[in-house]
Every structure is written in C-alpha cells, then in structure tokens.
C-alpha cells in the first residue's frame, strides 16, 4: 500500500509539472500544478479506506489528460522572435538544391541585428566536406550541435535544430519536456549562425570536419532539405531528450548511411565529438585532445583583421581533420 500510495504522489508530481510548464504563460499555471498535487494527495489519502474507487478515479484522470496532451498539436503561426520567424524550405533537382528563407543575419549584438532572408541555389557535385560545430557556454558536457556542408566555390550552408521560441518565452530545460517549444530547423549562411556565437555571445566554438564518404554526405544534405520540408509542412515540438540539437543529427546521420552506433554519449551533446572520434567519424589519427585544441575557432572567428571571408577564416587551420 505504501508503494502504491508513493506511486500516485509521483505521478501526481509529474502532471503538475508538466502543467506548470505547459501553462506557464498563464495565469492558471499555478492552479492546475497545485490541482494536480491535491488530486494525488487526496487519492493516496482514499487509498487505504476505498481502494477501488481511489484507483478508478485516479486512472480515470490520467487517461483524460493523457488524451488531452496527445492531442495538442504543434503549431506553425504565433508571435515567434524574428530570428525564428521563417522556416527554411528547400527542394532538390538533378545536382542543384534551392534554399528558401536562408537566414543570412548580420549581427551587431545580442538583440541588435539587420535581418535577411535570402534564397540560394548549391550544386550538390561542388560538396566537399561536411563540418560539425560544437558551442558551449559553461558546462563543457552540454553543447549546441550544429552541421554545415562546404562548397567549393560557394558559401558553406549551416543547419541548427533548435527551439523555435515565441516573443514571451525563454529557455530552460524542463519546459523543454512539457511540449513548450517547437522545434525549428534553422537553414542560415555561417556568417550569421556561427558567427552570432563565436563573436557576440562569446560561447566556445569548435568546428569538426566528419569523415563521410561522398555518397554519405550527398544523402544527408538531401534529408536535412527534406527535413526542412518536413516540419515546415507538419511542425513538431522540440523535447530535451529525445527531439534535440543532438538526437536529430544523430538520426539524421544514421538515415543517410553513416555508421552511427547507440550511446550514451549521445544523451550528453558536449560528449559528441569524443564519441565520434572514437567511432571514425572524426579523424582519429592523432590524440583527441590535440583535435580537440585545433578545432576551437574563437580566435580565427574574432579575428576581424585576417582574411574577411568569416567561412575561410575559421579554416584557417586543418582543425578537426
């Protein structure tokens, strides 16, 4: 009985958080967390006097909220921040892919930019390499993940999955459990989506050169192109675990044939590039922390006197080959 008791107090738990966060906009928040605290404690209280009916009502209201939450759908129009506002959309024909709402800001600070929306057209038989990025900003085994394609004779084109954020929200990880945010696929030029972190945010920056055969690298531009496509038609929402900046590029990569075993690491994104070198999707040929020096880029980035073409610039050494 106590077990059970302890169950129903958890799970009670659970839905007032998730409550919380779902409805932390409003004024209700407070009342449905609290209201769902109350349930469990009054039906843990039943328990023991009228079991049956404690457990009726109590599965009762979870399967009506379970079929409530699985009915909220993501949704593609609110009032989301500017940087957010489009969602990039591509389309593949013979060797040329075309980019449209290819986020191109130039930023002057943290809210201060000059907003630009381009379209572009990149000729998959120009794809060179593919370039992985790391950024952190304090606890070195949380990261954001983000992947570029490099072209010769053309731009690098970055994709950044992350959470597509309204006016009135902000981060925080837990709401990112609770279907609070969705989940955006960024398609931006370097300039802008590297450079924001390296040069205005100040984060920690590595770039990783991925060891994919051409083959490889040709189908996982296509599924980031069809990605794009895929949630501009049906968004979903963003989930700290299993709908991230770091479980999407894994399956991304393991989609295009890449050889990507499961791993723990995978649930820690500051993990990533070890796992990779470890696996042979980072040149291993020499110790990782000696790659690991060489990819971080903050000094090229900043170095504002040195070659103007940012993309070249931050490749200015054979980092993470």
């Given amino acids: 009985m106590l077990w059970a008791r302890l169950g129903i107090l958890l799970l009670g738990l659970l839905h007032s958080a998730a409550a919380y966060f779902y409805f932390s906009r409003s004024r209700h928040a407070a009342i449905w967390a609290v209201g769902w605290i109350a349930f469990a404690a009054a039906t843990a209280w039943l328990l023991p006097e009228r079991p049956l009916a404690a457990y009726a009502l109590f599965a009762v209201a979870i399967v009506l909220w379970t079929i409530w939450w699985a009915s909220i759908r ?26 449209r709402n290819l986020r191109a800001f130039e930023w002057r600070g943290r809210h201060e930019y000059e907003p630009r929306w381009e379209d572009a057209v990149f000729d998959m038989d120009t794809l ?7 950024s952190t900003w304090g606890d070195r085994r949380i990261a954001h993940l983000m992947v570029s394609f490099v072209f010769r004779g053309a731009g690098p084109l970055a994709f950044s999955i992350e959470t597509r954020r309204e006016t009135d929200e902000f981060w925080t990880g837990l709401a990112g459990f609770m279907k609070s945010f969705e989940l955006i696929v960024i398609v931006a030029r370097e300039t802008d989506v590297v450079r924001v972190r390296t040069n205005i945010r100040l984060e920690t920056v590595h770039r990783y050169r991925l060891v994919l055969s051409p083959a490889v690298r040709r189908r996982l531009l296509i599924r980031y ?12 929402f963003y989930n700290t675990l299993f709908a991230n900046c770091t479980t999407e590029v894994a399956r991304l990569l393991r989609a295009s044939g890449a050889a990507l075993p499961w791993s723990a690491s995978l649930l820690l994104s500051g993990l990533v590039p070890r796992y990779f070198y470890r696996i042979g999707l980072i040149g291993n040929t020499r110790p990782f922390a000696e790659l690991e020096r060489e990819a971080e880029i903050g000094e090229q980035a900043r170095d504002e006197a040195g070659d103007p073409d940012f993309s070249r610039r931050i490749r200015s050494r054979e980092q993470g080959r």
């Fill in 128 to 134: 060179e390499a593919v370039d992985l990025f790391t």
């Fill in 225 to 236: 192109v069809g990605e794009l496509n895929a949630v501009a038609k049906r968004p979903r």
């Fill in 74 to 99: 993501a949704l593609p129009r609110r009032q989301w921040v500017e940087e957010n506002a489009r969602q990039g959309t591509g389309e593949v024909a013979d060797n040329l892919v075309t980019i």
